[in-house]
């Protein structure tokens, strides 16, 4: 009788089951073996064009193995900045979700609808620095802010040098009290608790001026990104949600929009706008501080 390989034994999970335990959080080894298998298999068997046609499942995966067994995170961001199998580009930018294009359009339409006083702009964990670049034309100024120096160091490459990059906490920045008419982000809040929501508020509040804005976007798709519409596609989305932390968030830490909402009125800024992009996928808030 032949032996069973490693890949005859892995568990039989359907994409839809996985989607369902990534959005909860619940995803054990099994699962993410699971995942696996079919990412492997999905490769095998299909030809699909998509954004990850080109990224071969076995280096999603040893990617993976890598971040899942790195407690630091700042230790799991440097290894998502290190070169993919596509040419030139680190796994940061392949990771979609990190920095989706579509949120960066919507801030960037958004800001054509709100006022005109943009003169200078600050982008709270700008990563490598998509949205400051794609802002740069609308600001006097833009500088953009995020812990991790190896993706500052891609930022500072890839951008002008009219964009100043600085390495800080986004609950601690260090820049000037009331100094920016603008601060965004890509949906930095998702991997944070409620804790940290109110720390970033108060931050956000306090590099304002009276009359500023802080304008972020959410998925209204859920947990999951449209980008795991393919197993490789999820498993790039749970390597995302390992990396930043989020899946590792408790239900007590798991926060509502509510929440975000409140955390603002607390410290004098309050809501005044929402946008969707075309296909109602994404949606981008702005609160004002009066």
Known sequence: MTEPTSEDKAPQYSLPDLKDLASNGDLNEEAWQGLYHLAREEEIQTNEASSLSDIPASALIELAEKVRGEPDPI???????????????IWFDVLETFSDK????LIYDSLFLSADDRRRIVDLGTGTGNLAIALEDLADEVIGVDRVDKLLEVARLQSPDTIKYHQAEVFSTGLAEASFDLAVSLGLESSFTKVQIAALTQEVSRLLRNGGSYITTFNTLGDISEFASTAKGLL???????VSGKSALSNED?????DLESAFELVGMSLIESYENEDGSMIAVEFVKS
């Open 75 to 89: 230790k799991r961001y440097e290894l998502v900045s290190s070169l993919s199998p596509r040419e030139g580009v």
């Open 102 to 105: 579509s949120s960066r359009d």
């Open 236 to 242: 790039a989305d749970c390597i995302v949600d390992t």
């Open 254 to 258: 798991k926060w509502e929009y509510s």
